[in-house]
């Protein structure tokens, strides 16, 4: 019997411990602080100003979280590691510009977006423009990003080399080690606009997407308070200051 009761312990701790709770909108409120995880190099929505977070979703966090009464601890994680940590109950949320996509919903729960964009295509060559005219070219693009799932889409296309950080794929293109880069307009357009030397010219659009946070699945009270806050926000005029001082525009979806 002694033995029996042993192993339904372990057998119910193993299951437990991989089933870990998220913490609740409760537990966050009572412990007063949330952690939100980020990447952190990818400006101008999320990056280090030496060994300061800044950046328009850094800003709009704070402001969003502030609206909840709570205060923030931010983590900073290569983009990848991301949306698993939520799983592992590791940060309570994920701001680090992910598009809303079927496969990731399956995986994490989306909040409200804050902010639509998406995917341009940038050459050093004007004439790489558009999806028909990568056909036969290299493609740089962020690993798990939303620019590589929709390069791979293209059947055309040569080769897709991924890079672990956005910065990493930009530089390729740079260095005229791949042909083309694709990523986020407002990212491109920071980019070409700070180093106007690179000459790189900006194509169209490969595809558009709408950007949110992400709390852990099942954890609809939590997303329902953050989509709370980002609406304040968006009525009081914060986001609109945030926005413009980031990107020079508004860019909530419209
Ligand atoms: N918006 C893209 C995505 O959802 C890229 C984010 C990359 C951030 N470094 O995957």
Redesign the pocket.
Known sequence: MKRFLLAYAVITGLISGSAVQARTLDEIKAAGTIIVAT?G??APFNYFQGAKLSGFEVELAEAMVKKMGLKLEWKALS?DALLAGLRQDRWDMVM????VTDERAKAVLFTSPYYCSGGVIVSKDAAIKDAASLTGKTVAV?T????MENVKKLAGVKEVKNFPQ?TDARSALVAGRVDAWVS?RFVVKSATESNPGLGLKTGDYLFV?R?AAAVKKGNAPLAAAVDKALAEVMADGTYKTISEKFLKEDIRCK
């Not at 680090?96 to 598009?99: D, I, Y």
């Not at 798990?144 to 620019?147: A, H, L, Q």
């Open positions: 990447e190099a990818y983009f680090a510009s992910f598009g962020q798990g990003s939303t620019y956005d986020d997407e950007i």
